[in-house]
C-alpha cells in the first residue's frame, strides 16, 4: 500500500469527523422525533385533537429535517467505506457506535409509530361508532312547511 501524504490523512480525517458529526446530527434528530412521536400517543390518550394536529405537524417537520440530513450522509457513506481501511480504531468504534445507536434509534420510531396508528386507529373507530349511534331529531321527518295538512277553505267576513 502506497504511502498516504500529510494532506490525504487530513482529508480523510476531516471527512471521518464530517461523517461522524453529521451521523451525530441524525442520531439528535431521531431522538426528537421519537420524543414528538411519545408525546402524541399521551395525546392519542388524553383525546386532545389539537395536540394530536401539532404533533403531527411537527413530526412533517423533524421528518423533513432526518430526510435532507440523509441526503448529505449518503456520499459521506459511501466515502467512509472506501476509506474504512485507512481508518484507526477510535474513528472507526466511535463511528460504529453512532450508526448502532441510530439503528436503535430506528427501530424504537417504528415500535412507537405503530402503536401510534393502532391507537388512532381505535380512537377513529370509537368516534364513528358514536357517530352512528347519535339520532338526529330531524331524521326522517318532514319539515312543517313541506306538510300537506288541511287547512280551511271558507273565510268568513263579517261587516
Known amino acids: 500500500?502506497?504511502?498516504?501524504?500529510?494532506?490525504?490523512?487530513?482529508?480523510?480525517?476531516?471527512?471521518?469527523?464530517?461523517?461522524?458529526?453529521?451521523?451525530?446530527?441524525?442520531?439528535?434528530?431521531?431522538?426528537?422525533?421519537?420524543?414528538?412521536?411519545?408525546?402524541?400517543?399521551?395525546?392519542?390518550?388524553?383525546?386532545?385533537?389539537?395536540?394530536?394536529?401539532?404533533?403531527?405537524?411537527?413530526?412533517?417537520?423533524?421528518?423533513?429535517?432526518?430526510?435532507?440530513?440523509q441526503k448529505?450522509?449518503?456520499p459521506f457513506s459511501e466515502m467512509y467505506t472506501s476509506l474504512s481501511s485507512s481508518a484507526g480504531p477510535e474513528e472507526k468504534d466511535s463511528i460504529e457506535t453512532v450508526q448502532n445507536d441510530l439503528t436503535n434509534l430506528q427501530s424504537q420510531i417504528l415500535t412507537q409509530n405503530k402503536k401510534n396508528r393502532e391507537l388512532l386507529r381505535v380512537h377513529i373507530t370509537q368516534i364513528r361508532t358514536q357517530m352512528q349511534q347519535l339520532k338526529n331529531p330531524y331524521h326522517g321527518s318532514r319539515s312543517v312547511y313541506a306538510q300537506k295538512n288541511t287547512v280551511g277553505k271558507f273565510i268568513e267576513v263579517q261587516a
Open 1 to 69: 500500500m502506497a504511502e498516504l501524504t500529510q494532506q490525504e490523512v487530513d482529508e480523510r480525517v476531516a471527512l471521518l469527523k464530517r461523517f461522524r458529526a453529521l451521523l451525530v446530527q441524525q442520531r439528535n434528530k431521531f431522538r426528537e422525533y421519537l420524543e414528538v412521536l411519545e408525546k402524541q400517543q399521551k395525546s392519542i390518550d388524553s383525546e386532545d385533537t389539537e395536540s394530536i394536529l401539532a404533533h403531527a405537524e411537527l413530526e412533517e417537520q423533524v421528518v423533513a429535517s432526518i430526510t435532507n440530513i
Open 72 to 74: 448529505v450522509i449518503v
